[in-house]
């Protein structure tokens, strides 16, 4: 299974916002379209990422107030992408070796959208569901 794939399931929905937002805006997105991130894209082009993570570690930890504080301060630029055609083993081992869970997917400089390691995950469930059954298929029907 690609990415490709998974976008065609759950949809390409990219949320995005604007580096010079104030943090507690970007949040009531983040609440608004109940996702874990959302990209920073300016003109067409991937700026960055802020993720309830950024929130947490780089607002909350340090006593910053996030109507106070812009994106562009706290948003992660160095970017992780995936292609559409990469596989969903490449996008986990990424995900894990990276720490990461969201993963931009862009081809040619162009957002097609973004997987979470919930989308991975859930892929790859029903991959191994469908290897079980054709497995437990070919080992009934070799036994009569």
Known sequence: ?????????????????????????????????????????????????????????KIVLKNKASKDTVVSE????????VGPTDS???????MSSKRIRHLPVVEVGRVLGVISIGDVVKSIIEVQKETIQHLDSYINGSNL
């Open 1 to 57: 299974m690609t990415v490709n794939q998974i976008l065609n399931e759950k949809g390409a929905d990219v949320y995005s916002i604007i580096s010079k937002i104030s943090v507690y805006d970007a949040l009531k997105v983040l609440g608004e379209k109940n996702v874990g991130a959302v990209l920073v894209i300016e003109e067409g082009v991937l700026k960055g990422i802020l993720s309830e993570r950024d929130y947490a570690r």
């Open 74 to 81: 706290i948003m992660e630029t160095n970017l992780i992408t």
């Open 88 to 94: 969903l083993d490449y996008c986990m081992e990424l």
